[in-house]
């Protein structure tokens, strides 16, 4: 184990053990006394008797003390060092995680400020060739420092961290390390963090060198964790607004849950929450008109960013569809049942069909593309499939149940007597499938939501079954734009926030939760914003000109809200890794060598003053 | 005699006499035994008649019983010459009260009883006059404590003149002149105690009682004094007279101290914490005299100049048969 020194200039100042030799060297003054004889004195001849200016150097503890205090006090200005248990590496990658349940507040002041605190004196340890990059894992990884041995920069770059509302993404930050210490033979991963961070089972065989400094002590919060906001079923003027609280501790907690209406109280719930569990909650209200629910946790808990939830909520507005049949009586039918729809019909489709806002194209090829959302049934030559071929009799052998436009559908007694067969498209998942075949495709193609049907719905059993009109209205209501907008109007903290206006806009200013205007950056001639700071939970007003847009960002990241510290982190299903009280590597002594030099201080203070008083 | 001696003290001083171990060898007639055979009342022994003899001391009883002359011999008595040895260096004017004072009522209570007892006392003050420096001799500038303060020829005069009355004082009527030299004596100078008991050793006709009164404090030592001393036959009664803070130091910090009489520089580092060193010291010095003088059959005392004269004379002093 070698000493090695931090700041080896200062032992110029070893130069100040000549001057106290000399000081010694020098005749002291003495106060004259005339005795009657100095023959009993003799025993005590003093250890610096000179008559000259200059005197031999006699033994002298008193200078021996001295000495030793100047080489203790140049030792500590040299700030020796020693490794420490931990190996030294020459590369550190630490990670701050600054996700929401960092800001949990069971240690004090904050998780986040503690693990700062001691991110900080990683720092102070480091070797004078170690290098250290500091990131910060919020919803995105941000490089804070990158790899450098300027402590001064290192402290600026983790005291210019701050946590965000935002769930952990730990994956990304440790795929980042993963990079930087690649071909680095010594290097370490320090995590600090409170272990709240979802799966990492992809670094289960990576075998990083990660240090995980656990911090926080658990404590008690509750937090939503869903929030949803829908047009009661029966009364269009009612909305219903549905949360999940969650309580992480392992009590019983009463809470009173608090609704909300762009800032009016209307409904405020006393409940008490089951220890370690998930109450679900339905209010009811009145909407009349566009506006936010918000919902409020008023309870004392550790973490307050999850203790409350806004959702956008606008009126329904009737969905303007335009089927393009040759006549299907079973699909208009369905397309009738919910009471919002303003059905048309048309054999053919001449035009963009800009007015609707959605078209559904049964079996008929349009001549102009429409622009709206589309339902597509049995529509096999367009350029979204490499290529085409059909399929008699296929099975269905499985239905995802968990996409929203399958919700309360089952196929269990469908039969189709021919269906197209297609590969899926990389745009698309299928929802339906038979062992040759997707049958039912959903997804995206250039900002137009597409539902797929690939078999006839009159050469099949499924209009006959309950399930046809369930999935005609969970197809309705999830190609119509405004419902899309509406839930667009959302976003989980630290994603961003996507808004396409009418027209191109210049200039536009984004109002956070704050309440402080900050402007925003347009491309010239786009009218599509995308606004990434979205790292604070609450409400956030976009202006453009008179235009203005109203959205929420949320947690309800039932993770963040557990805010239990982890000792373990799994890494997938075998490896973890557990929290380290691991003493920092590079263990500097000049604290212990300075007190080391007051006590020699003292000491000789003592000594002296013992031979002369 | 306030000055010296309280009258209550003379008085009690009176009844004491002192006791000599050894017989007179004075020739002067005195009231001490001696060998010599000589007119008194004590017999002594007979011998055999030769012609000559005075008649008056033929026993006449015995020639008639044994019709054989014989004379009869009678002790002489003869006197105790009592020196006393009296350190009058510089050193001796330090403490408070002054050791010199102190040594002064020891000479002056032991000469009363020695003059009360018929016995010649003289008195020697050392150093001599002329080893004594004038005033204006031997300064050291650099160091003004070293400057001894001498003795200004009016007061050598008068010093001379007290010092030859003390050389030889006998019979009570003399003892008011006696405490008045005494008490005009001054210490001054650097003394050598070897050199002075050695030269009143060699000086003394016959040997008799020596008393030292001295610190003791001399560079050179006094062992070879005081051999001089028990040499000669003296029998020897040592006193030293220590100050309180000789014993005691009060006087702390970074020291120069100068010595009264030879004008030795030390540089000393004292504090309290070695105080119980310094008196190791001491201890160590005064075991070694002690040692010393119980060798050489020397009566030695140690008093500190603040001690009460009558405890020392009276009790410590009549205990150690130096009277009685």
New interface residues.
Partial sequence: MGLSLLAPEALAFAAAIPVVILFYLLK????????????????????????KPFQRLRHNWLLVLQLLLVLAVVLALSRPWVPGPGKASKLRIVILDASASMQATDVKPSRFEQARAEALRLVGSLGDVDQMVVLQAGAHTEVKQSATSDKTALRRALAGCAPADAPTRLTEALKLAETLIQNRAEAEIHLFSDGAVPDLSEFENKNLPLVYHCVGRGGRNAGLVALEVRPHPDDPTQRAVFAAVANGSTNPEPVQVELLFEGRLLESRPVTLPATNTLPMVFMAPQDQDGVFTVRLRLEDDLAADNQASIVSLLPQPVKVLLVSRGNRFLEKALKAPGYVQLTVAPALADAAEGFDLVVLDDVYPAVWPAPNLLAIHLAPTNWFASVGTVTGPVIVDWKTTHSLLRFVNFDNVQIAEALKVPTPDWAVPLVESPDTPLVLAGQRQRQRIIWIGFDLLQSTWPLRLSFPIFIANAVEWLNPAASAAAGRMVRAGEPFRWVWAQPVSSAELIGPDGRARPVSCAPGSSELVIGDTARQGIYRLKAGTNEVTFCVNLLDSAESRIDPQPELPLGKYARVTATTMSRAGLELWPGIAAAALGLLLLEWWFY????? | MGALLSAELLRRLEQLQLLAQRRAKSTLKGERRSRARGHSVEFADYRTYAPGDDLRYLDWNLYARLDRLFVKLYEEERELPVRIFLDASESMNFGQPPKFDFARQVAAAIGYVALCGFDRVSVVPFPDLAEIPTPTGNPTAANPGTQHPGLDSETRAQQAAARAALRSVRGKKSAVQFFEHLSLLRAAGPANLNQALRRGALEARQPGLAVVLSDLLDPGGYEAGLKALVGRGFQVDVVQILAPEELDPTTYGDLRLVDSETGAVQEVTFGRFRLKAYHNTVQQFLGRIRQFCAAHRICFFTARSDTDLEELLLKRLRAAEVWA
């Avoid at chain 1, 003053?609 to 008083?613: D, E, K, L, M």
């Fill in positions: 002291r003054k003495r106060q004259v006394k005339l005795v009657s004889s100095t023959l009993l004195w003799e025993r005590f001849l003093a250890e610096t008797q000179a008559s003053h013992r031979r002369t008083v």
